[in-house]
T-cell receptor
């Protein structure tokens, strides 16, 4: 079965701390997506990683992709409260069929 | 530019009824995908349409169907509603297959 596994599923960290969310996927897809979802809201696109070794950064978030290891990471630097949300990774199958991980619920505490 | 528009935002239906949800993609986007999000199963792919053709379908019963019109707007229909169909239904549009996707705000369906 084609799976996308995220860990941890729940994450509570102090403001100012760094942390990494991991995403393992099982397909041979060479692209990986990261989304953010606030409670009751839709999905906001954060990063699209299109090739092995891709690294993208936006503010305090940085995502990377290792297609050989089928691993993507989302690194949080100096966390702030506004980053509190659920983060999903997804890989792409045929014809825009994205398979999502279960999500990582991040809480940043003061 | 206008985003992906889903209507209605909220729906309450009774078991056994049917429902139609609408999704208007970003102008110029020809691909529309639908997803179901529930607390128990997470985000699951329903189907994808491109130029009025269904190209892919997820593992859902035949009660779930959809279509796409010539202006790329898409509808999904769920017949004979069950309590388990209560979910947030999201559509996403993209310009090129496998490129970046933009999600709509979703339709929250509650079946009672």
């Amino acid at each position: 079965e084609l799976k996308v596994e995220q860990n941890p599923l729940f994450l509570s960290i102090q403001e100012g701390k760094n942390y990494t969310i991991y995403c393992n996927y099982s397909t041979t897809s060479d692209r990986l997506y990261w989304y953010r979802q606030d409670p009751g809201k839709s999905l906001e696109s954060l990063f699209v990683l299109l090739s092995n070794g891709a690294v993208k950064q936006e503010g305090r978030l940085m995502a990377s992709l290792d297609t050989k290891a089928r691993l993507s990471t989302l690194h949080i630097t100096a966390a702030v409260h506004d980053l509190s949300a659920t983060y999903f990774c997804a890989d792409l199958h045929n014809n825009n069929d994205m398979r999502f991980g279960a999500g990582t619920r991040l809480t940043v505490k003061p | 530019k206008a985003g992906v528009t889903q209507t209605p935002r909220y729906l309450i239906k009774t078991r056994g009824q049917q429902v139609t949800l609408s999704c208007s993609p970003i102008s110029g986007h020809r691909s529309v995908s639908w997803y179901q999000q529930t607390p128990g199963q997470g985000l699951q792919f329903l189907f994808e349409y491109f130029s009025e053709t269904q190209r892919n379908k997820g593992n859902f019963p035949g009660r779930f169907s959809g279509r796409q019109f010539s202006n790329s707007r898409s509808e999904m229909n769920v017949s004979t509603l069950e309590l388990g169909d209560s979910a947030l239904y999201l559509c996403a549009s993209s310009f090129i297959s496998g490129w970046d996707f933009t999600f709509g705000s979703g339709t929250r369906l509650t079946v009672v």
